[in-house]
């Protein structure tokens, strides 16, 4: 299969959203004439002109304003956050509008709009360009949140997004954009809401998501050359989360580490583990399910310590280690 | 230098050994070679020897305690030397009057977690130290968050508040509470590998042959004497002893025991023997009864594998290497060296080996790999005058093999006429989770046949 970098993967989703759906448009920062801040929208003003790839001003408040408004009235938008630290600016639009609108309205109002969101660190951007906030969403009833990990992943659960009658945040990955994976020509939707067992292990269930899943997978190909087989689940979808193969995972490994970048404090992992003690997996348990995740401080602007701010391949084998030797 | 002197390594799976007997006290003298102490593992004793010459000092644990391997037990020192202090690690008594056994099992298990179990990388602050001591907490087990993991005075108080707060509780993972539920196992017999003594999923399901056994066997030496009645002595259950206790409790337990009897002609088996010890060349080993059957056994074995085998819960394993037991007695317990491979090996070799394993064992300079690996165990109480009688299964075999003594029989030959014969009585004790009586009996007949035609086995 060709292969495609998770941007353009996107940029694909998005243009064959749009040839295929006239509903279907693009709001931003940017997101025109340069492209978007790191290229994901390259091109597609040439194709399909200003009134469907509409650049903003700087008001991140109004770029979700205009998505809900434009749903609710028929559209399906797909906005974007250049980086995803400035929907703070955006969250009374978000949250307290578009999250509860169908709610509200007793299901005669629809909001079918994607925001689309450039998350995580690694790019030395500092504190206020480089968070992981995923989890604040997956905290509002009424919002999607979508987290994916490839190339492929990227353009089937965009696409799934676009057709999905409700609120999406889709929470993309800056260091990921350049990666490079197989991906189909044609259009296919990933089921919203769909766990991915990424490799099968007995040893112990690590949960990753985004960036963390590489990460893992690099982890888990060292472990192997030690016997240490890790058994690695995507949920992909944060929220609704399909928590079957975790649940399953972890009745098979008896051991379950979760990884993200975003701070542990208050973090998807807590809501993870809480999943998996709360289900059948409890009585498998054979050690507590531990987290790895970022520091609890804002990423530093210098590299080596935006480095160690969040979780590397190498601190996921050490963890690993440690629980599967039971010294954890 | 002060030089120490650590637990030795015997066995490749041996985690620990018991202190027998300190052969030198603190201040004695001591040559390079010197016999210091003599420890157990679970099946021999062995001795711990000086180092170096100099003055033993410095010794850490007592009589009775168990001490994980390459833990350092004492020192060799030269005059005006002191044993070092700073990472010395207090004794994890092993109290015969405990109320709570389980607990200084977990007290003696080697440390993990983020404890490194070498001594050599162990660190403990001095004033954690003195506290571990006050406390009689064994610091090795507990984690230390100070500099390179060194044990600060903080991690001994957090250590000896969960101590208290999870006093007669278990510490064991959700996994490992399931199991031992579903096993009817109890936790509270068993030590835990994990951090902090935790009791994981593995421990239960190495255990839970044992647990019983442990639990009523820990409990022994808390229940004192009878008020009233004159204690002539008191043999604590350490080393041997103890082993013996627990894989005997355990056996007839948890092995449902079938027994079954022969009484066999060894007239022609005699014959032969007697022929070959009055031809043997001067320096070849004279031939036993036991060699004759170790022979027999072995053969018989081969024929039929089912008795040649282990008892797990998921499965029955049969094995194709034929090594056995000789139950060996000695003044202070019981010792079964193994012949392995003994359907492999004639006459002579089996007698040889025989002769040099008794004297090993008697002499207490058995190896490990002498007593390890049998599948089957000969038991022969016939020196001692014993007509006939049953054994108890060694675990983890599947039987054994109980031999009387010879005795002179008139038996009916085919005119009804009596006729003097000299028979032996076998009785064979077998598990009945892995075979059933006809098995055992046909292996049984083919035992009784082979002792009848030795000399067909032997071709």
Same mark, same amino acid.
């Given at each position: 299969?060709r292969e495609?970098?998770?941007?353009?993967?996107?940029?694909?989703a998005m243009?064959?959203?749009?040839?295929?759906?006239?509903?279907?448009?693009?709001i931003?920062?940017?997101?025109?004439?340069?492209g978007?801040?790191f290229?994901?929208?390259?091109?597609l003003?040439?194709?399909?002109?200003?009134?469907?790839?509409?650049?903003?001003?700087i008001s991140?408040?109004g770029?979700?304003?205009?998505?809900?408004?434009a749903a609710?009235?028929?559209?399906?938008?797909?906005?974007?956050?250049?980086?995803?630290?400035?929907?703070?600016?955006?969250?009374?639009?978000?949250?307290?509008?578009?999250?509860?609108?169908r709610?509200?309205?007793?299901g005669?109002?629809?909001?079918?709009?994607?925001?689309?969101?450039?998350?995580?660190?690694?790019?030395?951007?500092?504190?206020?360009?480089?968070?992981?906030?995923?989890?604040?969403?997956?905290?509002?009833?009424?919002?999607?949140?979508?987290?994916?990990?490839?190339?492929?992943?990227?353009k089937g659960?965009l696409?799934a997004?676009?057709e999905?009658?409700?609120?999406i945040?889709?929470f993309?990955n800056k260091?990921?954009?350049k990666?490079k994976g197989?991906v189909?020509?044609?259009?296919?939707?990933?089921?919203?809401?769909?766990?991915?067992?990424?490799?099968?292990g007995?040893?112990?269930?690590?949960?990753?998501?985004?960036?963390?899943?590489?990460?893992a997978q690099e982890?888990?190909?060292?472990?192997?050359q030690?016997?240490i087989?890790?058994e690695?689940?995507?949920?992909?979808?944060l929220?609704?989360?399909?928590?079957?193969?975790?649940?399953e995972s972890?009745?098979?490994?008896?051991?379950?580490?979760?990884?993200?970048?975003?701070?542990?404090?208050?973090?998807?992992?807590?809501?993870?583990?809480?999943?998996?003690?709360?289900s059948?997996?409890?009585?498998?348990?054979d050690?507590?399910?531990k987290?790895l995740?970022?520091?609890?401080?804002?990423i530093?602007y210098?590299?080596n310590?935006?480095?160690?701010?969040?979780?590397q391949?190498?601190?996921?084998?050490?963890e690993?280690?440690?629980?599967v030797?039971?010294?954890y | 230098?002060?030089?120490?002197?650590i637990?030795?390594k015997f066995?490749f799976?041996q985690?620990e050994?018991?202190?027998?007997?300190?052969l030198?006290?603190d201040?004695?003298?001591?040559?390079?070679?010197?016999?210091?102490?003599?420890?157990?593992?679970d099946k021999?004793?062995?001795?711990?020897?000086?180092?170096e010459?100099?003055?033993v000092?410095?010794?850490?644990?007592?009589v009775?305690d168990?001490?994980?391997?390459?833990?350092i037990?004492?020192?060799v020192?030269q005059?005006?030397e002191?044993?070092?202090?700073?990472?010395?690690?207090?004794?994890?008594?092993?109290s015969?009057?405990?109320?709570?056994?389980?607990?200084?099992?977990?007290?003696?298990?080697?440390a993990?977690?983020?404890?490194?179990?070498?001594?050599t990388?162990f660190?403990?602050?001095?004033?954690?130290?003195?506290l571990?001591?006050?406390?009689?907490i064994?610091?090795?087990?507990i984690?230390?968050?100070?500099?390179?993991?060194q044990?600060?005075k903080?991690?001994?108080?957090?250590?000896?508040?969960?101590?208290?707060?999870g006093?007669?509780k278990?510490?064991?993972?959700?996994?490992?509470?399931?199991?031992?539920?579903?096993?009817?196992?109890?936790?509270?017999?068993?030590?835990?590998s994990?951090?902090?003594g935790?009791i994981?999923?593995?421990?239960?399901?190495?255990a839970?042959?044992?647990?019983?056994?442990?639990a009523?066997v820990?409990?022994?030496?808390?229940i004192?004497?009878?008020?009233?009645l004159?204690?002539?002595?008191?043999?604590?259950?350490?080393g041997?002893?103890?082993?013996?206790?627990q894989n005997?409790?355990r056996?007839m337990?948890q092995?449902?025991?079938?027994?079954?009897?022969?009484?066999?002609e060894?007239d022609?088996a005699?014959?032969l023997?007697?022929?070959?010890?009055?031809?043997?060349?001067?320096d070849a080993p004279?031939?036993?009864?036991t060699?004759?059957?170790v022979?027999?056994?072995?053969?018989?074995?081969?024929?039929?594998?089912?008795?040649?085998s282990?008892y797990t819960?998921?499965?029955?394993?049969l094995?194709?290497?034929?090594n056995?037991?000789?139950?060996t007695?000695l003044?202070?317990g019981?010792?079964?060296p193994?012949i392995?491979?003994?359907d492999?090996?004639?006459?002579?070799?089996i007698s040889?080996? +025989?002769g040099?394993?008794?004297?090993?064992a008697?002499?207490?300079?058995?190896?490990?790999?002498n007593?390890?690996?049998?599948?089957?165990?000969?038991?022969? +109480?016939g020196?001692?005058g014993?007509?006939?009688?049953?054994?108890?299964?060694?675990p983890?075999?599947?039987?054994?093999?109980?031999?009387g003594?010879?005795?002179?029989?008139?038996?009916?030959?085919?005119?009804?006429?009596?006729?003097?014969?000299r028979q032996?009585?076998l009785?064979?004790s077998?598990?009945?989770?892995?075979?059933?009586?006809?098995?055992?009996a046909?292996?049984?007949?083919?035992?009784?046949n082979?002792?009848l035609n030795?000399?067909e086995?032997?071709?």
């Amino acid at each position: 299969m060709r292969e495609l970098s998770y941007m353009e993967a996107l940029r694909e989703a998005m243009r064959q959203a749009m040839q295929k759906d006239d509903r279907v448009f693009l709001i931003g920062e940017d997101v025109g004439v340069y492209g978007g801040a790191f290229g994901v929208s390259a091109g597609l003003l040439d194709e399909f002109g200003p009134k469907r790839i509409i650049d903003t001003p700087i008001s991140e408040a109004g770029i979700a304003g205009a998505c809900i408004g434009a749903a609710v009235t028929g559209m399906r938008p797909i906005g974007e956050m250049q980086f995803s630290d400035f929907v703070v600016i955006a969250m009374e639009q978000l949250v307290m509008q578009g999250a509860k609108m169908r709610f509200m309205f007793g299901g005669k109002a629809e909001v079918p709009f994607v925001m689309r969101l450039a998350g995580g660190s690694g790019t030395g951007a500092a504190a206020q360009h480089s968070e992981s906030l995923e989890n604040w969403f997956v905290h509002v009833p009424g919002l999607k949140v979508v987290m994916p990990s490839s190339p492929y992943d990227a353009k089937g659960l965009l696409l799934a997004a676009i057709e999905d009658n409700n609120p999406i945040m889709f929470f993309e990955n800056k260091v990921l954009y350049k990666t490079k994976g197989p991906v189909p020509e044609e259009m296919y939707t990933i089921p919203i809401g769909q766990s991915h067992v990424v490799r099968e292990g007995k040893d112990l269930t690590v949960v990753a998501t985004s960036v963390m899943v590489s990460r893992a997978q690099e982890a888990a190909e060292q472990l192997s050359q030690e016997g240490i087989e890790l058994e690695i689940i995507d949920p992909r979808t944060l929220k609704p989360l399909d928590e079957k193969p975790i649940v399953e995972s972890v009745i098979k490994t008896g051991k379950a580490l979760i990884v993200h970048e975003a701070v542990k404090t208050g973090g998807f992992g807590g809501e993870l583990a809480a999943v998996i003690m709360e289900s059948e997996a409890f009585g498998y348990l054979d050690a507590p399910v531990k987290r790895l995740a970022g520091l609890d401080m804002p990423i530093p602007y210098n590299r080596n310590l935006e480095y160690h701010a969040v979780p590397q391949v190498e601190n996921i084998v050490e963890e690993t280690r440690k629980l599967v030797k039971g010294q954890y | 230098m002060a030089k120490e002197i650590i637990m030795p390594k015997f066995g490749f799976t041996q985690e620990e050994s018991e202190i027998l007997e300190w052969l030198k006290q603190d201040g004695d003298k001591v040559d390079k070679g010197d016999p210091i102490a003599v420890v157990s593992t679970d099946k021999i004793s062995m001795e711990v020897e000086a180092p170096e010459s100099g003055i033993v000092g410095g010794i850490r644990y007592k009589v009775g305690d168990v001490v994980p391997v390459t833990r350092i037990i004492a020192y060799v020192l030269q005059p005006g030397e002191k044993a070092p202090e700073t990472d010395a690690v207090p004794a994890a008594p092993k109290s015969e009057a405990t109320a709570a056994p389980a607990a200084e099992e977990k007290a003696a298990q080697p440390a993990a977690g983020a404890t490194p179990a070498a001594p050599t990388t162990f660190s403990i602050s001095p004033v954690a130290q003195r506290l571990a001591a006050d406390l009689n907490i064994d610091a090795s087990q507990i984690s230390g968050t100070g500099r390179d993991g060194q044990v600060t005075k903080k991690d001994v108080e957090d250590f000896a508040a969960s101590l208290s707060a999870g006093a007669g509780k278990v510490n064991a993972t959700p996994s490992a509470r399931r199991i031992a539920q579903e096993k009817g196992v109890d936790l509270h017999a068993l030590s835990g590998s994990g951090p902090n003594g935790r009791i994981q999923a593995e421990d239960v399901s190495t255990a839970r042959a044992g647990a019983a056994v442990q639990a009523a066997v820990a409990a022994v030496p808390s229940i004192g004497a009878v008020p009233g009645l004159k204690v002539l002595k008191e043999i604590p259950l350490v080393g041997m002893r103890r082993t013996i206790a627990q894989n005997m409790q355990r056996s007839m337990q948890q092995a449902p025991h079938m027994f079954l009897q022969v009484d066999v002609e060894m007239d022609a088996a005699e014959g032969l023997r007697k022929l070959a010890n009055q031809n043997k060349v001067a320096d070849a080993p004279k031939i036993s009864v036991t060699a004759l059957i170790v022979k027999a056994v072995a053969w018989a074995l081969k024929q039929n594998p089912i008795i040649n085998s282990q008892y797990t819960d998921e499965k029955i394993i049969l094995y194709s290497d034929i090594n056995i037991g000789v139950a060996t007695a000695l003044d202070n317990g019981l010792i079964v060296p193994v012949i392995h491979n003994a359907d492999s090996k004639d006459l002579l070799e089996i007698s040889r080996e +025989l002769g040099d394993l008794a004297q090993r064992a008697r002499s207490n300079k058995l190896q490990p790999d002498n007593l390890s690996g049998g599948t089957f165990t000969i038991s022969n +109480l016939g020196m001692f005058g014993i007509d006939r009688f049953t054994a108890i299964i060694n675990p983890p075999q599947s039987a054994i093999l109980a031999v009387g003594k010879m005795n002179k029989v008139f038996v009916p030959d085919e005119n009804d006429q009596p006729v003097l014969s000299r028979q032996v009585a076998l009785t064979l004790s077998a598990d009945h989770r892995v075979m059933d009586g006809s098995q055992a009996a046909k292996f049984l007949t083919d035992l009784k046949n082979s002792l009848l035609n030795l000399g067909e086995i032997l071709k």
